[in-house]
């Protein structure tokens, strides 16, 4: 079974400063690696996707996330945040071929002026 | 092209009552799956119909149902609602199995049910 642990479940941050947001997976077999965000009274939407291949992945909103398959990690990464990222964060993992993801607690961010 | 649509988006029922949710896939894709959100659950995987076959299930009651139909589009069922059951329901669909895959889902803005 997979497993995701997101390591902080609130990142206060000032505007234009740099962020990670941390996770780490658990699986004995090969994943795909995703991170969404959902913003208040909608849906999840996906930021990036790992399925393969180059091990950083760059997405929407300059968000970008490194694949580290020996440490099973999937950290996601801004170099500079704006007051419109103030959303939760998940980061969620699914064995490849199958349509079920597994998330984790989510991670709030929190940008302040 | 048009995403994923879920109705109602609002709804509102008492303890001992059913609900019913739709979801309506984006164009072409074959796999729905539905996640319930709770503040102190998360999101917890309920389950995926591909083709109008169940092909996974989550951990909760049998009161949770669901069903696909010919056009790929989705319901959901909740029997004898308990108070626990209010939540986000959010449905997702995907291509499903197969050349297309990617394992990318692709979300619905919810349904927001609260029990009473």
């Known amino acids: 079974a997979q497993s995701v642990t997101q390591l902080d479940s609130q990142v206060p941050v000032f505007e234009e400063a740099p962020v990670e947001l941390r996770c780490n997976y658990s699986s004995s077999v090969s994943v795909y690696l995703f991170w969404y965000v959902q913003y208040p009274n909608q849906g999840l939407q996906l930021l990036l996707k790992?399925?393969?291949?180059?091990?950083l992945v760059k997405g929407i909103n300059g968000f970008e996330a490194e694949f580290n398959k020996s440490q099973t990690s999937f950290h996601l990464r801004k170099p500079s945040v704006h007051i419109s990222d103030t959303a939760e964060y998940f980061c969620?993992?699914?064995?490849?071929?199958?349509?079920?993801?597994?998330f984790g607690t989510g991670t709030r961010l929190l940008v302040s002026p | 092209k048009a995403g994923v649509t879920q109705t109602p988006r609002y709804l509102i029922k008492t303890r001992g009552q059913q609900v019913t949710l739709s979801c309506s896939p984006i164009s072409g894709h074959r796999s729905v799956s539905w996640y319930q959100q709770t503040p102190g659950q998360g999101l917890q995987f309920l389950f995926e119909y591909f083709s109008e076959t169940q092909r996974n299930k989550g951990n909760f009651p049998g009161r949770f149902s669901g069903r696909q139909f010919s056009n790929s589009r989705s319901e959901m069922n909740v029997s004898t609602l308990e108070l626990g059951d209010s939540a986000l329901y959010l449905c997702?669909?995907?291509w499903g199995p197969g050349d297309r895959d990617t394992g990318e889902l692709f979300f619905g803005e919810g349904s927001r049910l609260t029990v009473l």
């Open positions: 969620a993992v699914s064995r490849t071929g199958f349509q079920k993801l597994v």
């Open positions: 790992y399925l393969s291949g180059s091990t």
């Open positions: 997702a669909s995907s």
